[in-house]
């Protein structure tokens, strides 16, 4: 007897064609992950940290022994049918910035500086205020916001029309903007769009780009910790286009290591009285959360993850008092090597204190790049498959998950991995898996 059997086979488009991949901000992320991308093709490194290229889903029983790899799961898009653009408020190309943010070896940027040097920015939306840290002068001018957004798209339309692409996503990986709540001009489509024409000072430029992808057609996935997609008025409008939406903000270090460890101490009802997390980062990402408004943003994002995998309204006794502290210091000489630390101070039977000590060497836009390249190829397959709104069985990938009105977000790494799977399994008509043993009820 199956378990579940979640029906017919979801149809979805193939992957023909070229995929446009479009990011905002050239930074160390964005270039580690087109340098990797390119390493891959031309066979000199292996897909390391990417689920869509390395990981496989069991389908059917323990016994059936059916492990494919996702990629051959589902129709995604070939990595050699890839091209990238984007923009930044430097004109720095790909090589330029990838040689400033440091994260990749001289051998490898010589290795890579014919395809790096070819990718050059579109000038950028920016408004100094949203990130105080940076001035840049490779930026777009226009009468009004409207005018930017209609800029960017000619953008996308110039890129689609160049490469002859079939598809484009957009991900976001340019610097975090300051901390804002919805303001009433998100507060609906329309608001919204005459704002834009108002130049509304509460709307960011990540807004601007979030709003021509999705007029354009483009799915839209938020790399950072900032607002943009998750407003009314820019839902309203993936509503209305179907297109797909995620984010934010990648989960890769110290928030990865939190979310994978908190599950284990809920699952055997170990108490924690105190979570204290802190990092040095000495990139241009920690440059610009140096700035008390961006780390707000930043802080808010990583802070969440705990209250609601440890849930302290159902296990009042383990939870109700815990502290939780984060804090992030820009500390230049480590580069893109980013340094955390975790003092996680737990208790065990009677009471008894214990603590456990999590100092993650890691490096930041290392771990980013695989993420960035599932979430691109995740977010056209959702496409492809009629799939819009908010892409929750993406969680995974994100620091702090969008969710539906009502809903609180799903944090714990391996429910989240579970979603994705389940979801994979669904849209190709396989049984979910529940891991529920139905020997015992037989
Ligand atoms: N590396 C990680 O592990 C990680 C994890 C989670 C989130 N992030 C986020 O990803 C983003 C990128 O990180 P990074 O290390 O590459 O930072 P970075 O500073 O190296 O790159 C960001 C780039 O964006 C550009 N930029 C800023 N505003 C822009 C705008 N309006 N339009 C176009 N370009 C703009 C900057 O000039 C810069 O070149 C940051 O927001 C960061 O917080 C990174």
């Avoid at 051959?72 to 330029?96: C, K, T």
């Avoid at 839209?220 to 009314?232: E, I, K, R, S």
Wanted: aromatic residues 10%.
């Amino acid at each position: 007897m199956p378990l579940t059997k979640s029906g017919p086979t979801v149809e979805i488009k193939p992957a023909t064609g070229k995929l446009g991949i479009m990011l905002p901000g050239m930074g160390a992320v964005a270039t580690t992950f087109m340098a990797g991308v390119e390493a891959i093709r031309r066979g000199v490194s292996k897909p390391i940290g990417s689920l869509t290229q390395m990981g496989t889903v069991r389908l059917g029983k323990r016994t059936d022994n059916r492990s494919p790899l996702i990629k051959e799961l589902v129709p995604l898009a070939r990595l050699e049918d890839v091209v990238f653009a984007g923009w930044d408020l430097f004109p720095d190309d790909a090589y330029q910035a990838a040689s400033k943010a440091g994260v990749l070896s001289k051998e490898h940027l010589a290795e890579f500086k014919d395809f790096l040097s070819g990718i050059r920015p579109m000038t950028a939306v920016f408004e100094q205020k949203f990130v105080k840290r940076l001035t840049g002068t490779h930026i777009k001018k226009g009468k009004s916001k409207m005018d930017m957004a209609e800029q960017v798209m000619g953008d996308i339309n110039g890129f689609r029309k160049r490469e002859k692409l079939d598809r484009a996503v957009m991900v976001w990986c340019a610097s975090t903007e300051a901390y804002r709540k919805p303001a009433p001009v998100h507060a609906s489509l329309a608001t919204f769009e005459k704002g834009l024409a108002a130049s509304d000072p509460e709307i960011a430029p990540s807004q601007i780009y979030a709003y021509a992808a999705l007029k354009c057609g483009v799915p839209y996935a938020n790399g950072a910790p900032n607002l943009t997609v998750d407003t009314p008025a820019l839902l309203e409008l993936a509503r209305k286009n179907s297109m797909p939406v995620s984010g934010k903000d990648f989960k890769t270090g110290q928030t990865f290591m939190k979310t994978s460890l908190a599950p284990a101490f809920k699952a055997r009802l170990l108490g924690v009285s105190g979570w204290y997390s802190t990092n040095i980062l000495g990139n241009r990402d920690g440059e610009v959360l140096d700035d008390p408004e961006s780390f707000k943003s930043k802080e808010v994002s990583k802070l969440g993850a705990l209250e609601h995998i440890l849930q302290p309204h159902l296990y009042p006794d383990l939870y109700r008092n815990m502290y939780h502290s984060v804090h992030i210091n820009y500390y230049p000489p480590r580069g893109d090597n980013k340094e955390g630390w975790d003092n996680i101070d737990i208790f065990g039977w009677m009471g008894y204190p214990m603590q456990i000590k999590v100092n993650f060497l890691c490096r930041d836009s290392i771990l980013a790049a695989p993420v960035v390249l599932d979430l691109a190829l995740f977010m056209d397959l959702a496409q492809r498959a009629g799939m819009h709104g908010i892409q929750e069985w993406l969680s995974f990938y994100w620091k702090s998950p969008m969710t539906a009105e009502g809903l609180y977000p799903e944090h714990d790494t391996f429910i989240q991995l579970m979603k994705l799977k389940n979801t994979l399994r669904h849209l190709r008509g396989e049984e979910l898996i529940t891991h529920l043993g139905l020997e015992y009820y037989d």
